[in-house]
């Protein structure tokens, strides 16, 4: 099954940036994609950006346009978000996923979460 372990969060002033890592192992062609997700308290988890392991196209949610960068390493079965100009608003506990599609893990039919990181934006 596939494992995925999150890592960089932390605190960072409001226009400061993170770059958030998701190691990633047991991928199959059964999880051919890979999402960002974040989660503020007593709100939904929210879709952020996805990627394709075999073609690298990407999506992102208008709300990280522009800001946020999902990339992947195929060599180090690694993905990365990166986020840039980032506001008090960003803060929350952020996932990696895994799935089989990217409209897939759009609508939370996950096949795999990471732990989560969590990402604090101050003012």
């Known amino acids: 099954q596939v494992q995925l372990v999150e890592s960089g969060g932390g605190l960072v002033q409001a226009g400061g940036s993170l770059r958030l890592s998701c190691a990633v192992s047991?991928?199959?062609?059964?999880?051919?994609?890979m999402g960002w997700f974040r989660q503020a308290p007593g709100k939904e988890r929210d879709f952020l950006a996805g990627i394709t392991w075999s073609g690298g196209g990407t999506s992102y949610a208008d709300s990280v346009k522009g800001r946020f960068t999902i990339f992947r390493d195929n060599v180090k079965n690694t993905v990365y978000l990166q986020m840039n100009s980032l506001k008090p608003e960003d803060t929350a506990v952020y996932f990696c996923a895994a799935g089989s599609s990217i409209a897939t893990l759009r609508t939370l039919r996950i096949g795999s979460w990471g732990q989560g990181t969590q990402v604090t934006v101050s003012s």
């Open positions: 047991g991928r199959s062609v059964s999880s051919d994609a």
